[in-house]
């Protein structure tokens, strides 16, 4: 069967984003594919869901995106198998302030917390799509400082205009950002078992030692296995 070359970013990516992201696409991105690799898997099956609690700066969350979490989201992209949902607020700690709005504290310092920020606030701008939103965020997660490569990841990786960018950087700044991070703080804390570390992986509700060794070994044959449909062409590749 004829072979394709599957170019998963664009160009503009090497470009916008430092070489952490140049490394990860030399590495993870170019592929070649079967033909009809982008079959439509079982309608009727619900995705895997794999949620992601994180830090920004967070080191291993980091390599996390780059080696596992990306790479799998895009080998099964457009087939119905697999969703993420993101969560970076990690080891933080929040105050409330006399105003009601609240104060955090991140494990790796304020920089940290704006990252966190900035990422949460693109989750929401992006209508919490995991298309949009997690080709931004592996961006900067792989960038030698994820701040810095915000903006270009932005607009080289996703249809934002300059002023959708600003509303984001805005969100991260502001009472809207406060918020969403209240919530992200809520949801980490409300975990069962509650979580020990960072990166912390739950599939499909669940957390234990299997579903953690597997994900950070080899995500893509753990959502394989999970998946309840037919079995993608991809999970015959693993």
């Known amino acids: 069967m004829k072979k394709i070359l599957l170019i998963s970013l664009v ?9 952490g992201m140049a490394r990860m696409q030399s ?24 949620d992601l609690y994180y830090e920004s ?17 895009y080998k099964f992209k457009g087939l119905g198998v697999l969703n993420v949902g993101l969560y970076p607020y990690g080891n933080a700690k929040e105050v409330k302030k006399p105003d009601g709005s609240w104060k955090f504290t991140c494990q790796h310092g304020k920089h ?8 949460a606030c693109i989750v929401q701008h992006t209508g919490k799509e995991a298309e949009k939103f997690l080709p931004i965020i592996s961006c900067m997660e792989s ?3 994820p701040v810095k490569a915000a903006r270009g990841c932005m607009k080289a990786l996703s249809d934002m205009d300059q002023k959708q960018i600003k509303a984001v950087f805005a969100c991260a700044k502001g009472s809207e950002g406060n918020k ?31 579903v953690e060794t597997r994900a950070l070994s080899d995500l893509t044959s753990l959502v394989c296995d999970a998946y309840k449909g037919e079995k993608p062409r991809i999970c015959a590749m693993k």
């Not at 940290?112 to 990422?119: K, S």
Request: proline residues 8%; aromatic residues 8%; glycine residues 4%.
């Open 112 to 119: 940290e917390c704006l990252g966190n920020l900035i990422e």
């Open 180 to 210: 969403i991070m209240h919530e992200l703080a809520e949801a980490t804390d409300s975990l069962n078992p509650p979580h020990l570390y960072v990166p912390w992986v739950v599939m499909d509700g669940v957390h234990n030692k299997t």
């Open 57 to 73: 700066l967070c080191p291993g969350c980091r390599f996390f995106f780059e080696t596992q979490l990306f790479p799998t989201f």
């Open 143 to 145: 960038s030698d400082d």
């Open 11 to 19: 160009i503009t990516a090497v470009i916008s984003c430092n070489h």
């Open 27 to 50: 590495n993870v991105f170019i592929k070649l594919l079967e033909d009809g690799q982008n079959e439509i898997s079982d309608p009727v099956a619900k995705p895997v869901q794999v």
